[in-house]
């Protein structure tokens, strides 16, 4: 078994110095700090640190208050709102396994798109991926599913829903060999494999895989965070995939924390990734300058609307308005694109496609 884990990180640390991806801070929390509250009751704080990426806000939760802290990043403005431990905000949050104070040994926590916080029980950690599904959504995990209701899907269940509600996704999940882990785990929309696992002297790992084959490998995160260069004592840190396929990640310490991202540039390109990330003169924006000249203008049409979809804009082309109902981080909020004041990353990449298009 020693042996079998050996050889694994060594193919994934030769495998990460061909895919390296770049670890960006984006944030430290100086009025953030762990903390262990008396008696153990309540846990530790932070309990976690979300990323709204539409409007750049970093939300996090203080149980022990119940109080919602939100830092909106463009202005560096902290606000605080007095909320039930239940309500928890937030575009996509999932947490799996023995997070619930180590009560359930199988379970899913999560809340999409600011619904109710919940917690299904019986699970086999790793989610897979979200439907929409009536007024709520449909959760996928290795082995099954579970909707906004409570109700538990066999696999059989949960497959014969997606075949009738999206073919084309059933056809390539079909082609996906999920595995089940005993790490945490999360599957992207385009069937990426991450986890994450403390490996001792390689420290704290995140791998992304395709099936078998690892797309990269990055060890020791700790070695990002001033926290841990100066040895500071740190909670535990915490992780999560947005809905595009952006990581987060946060190490809080005693005295502050420090909240990181790794912005998606892996596998085909994901379009709400792109109009999420949107186009600055840095790293992020040479593979942008790669990526767009490959598209055709079908898809470029296509993400130049994935960046007005991102703020609830109605389309009243057929097409764009079916594709992106079926989007899970999509609502429609009756707005149009000509309302829209964009920030500007974003308005840069319209500029950009709108280029292209015109050739």
Known sequence: MKKSILKIILFALLTASVFAQEVEKIAVLEDIKYERYPGGGMGEFPMGIFFDEVNNLLVVQDPGQDEIVTIN?????????????????GPLILKFGNDYWNIFPNSIEY??????YECITDTNPGISFILKKDDGYIVYFVGGAVDTTGRLYSENEAMAYLKKYDPEKYAQIEKIHYKEHNTLQQYDIQGYRYFSENYGSLGTVLGCYLNDDCIFYLKDLESYSEIRKNQEEAYDYFWYVGFGGNIYYYIAGEEYTEVFRIRRTWGEPDFYAMAINGYNDDSYGKYVNEVLP??????LRLLRNTIFAIYGVHFKSADLSAHFAKQVWYTDEGKTSGEMTLPAHRQKLVEMIQELERK
């Open 294 to 299: 490959t598209l055709s203008k079908a898809d």
């Open 111 to 116: 809340s999409i798109n600011n619904s109710p």
């Open 73 to 89: 990043l463009m202005n560096k403005t902290i606000s605080k709102e007095r909320k039930p431990f239940s309500i928890i905000p």
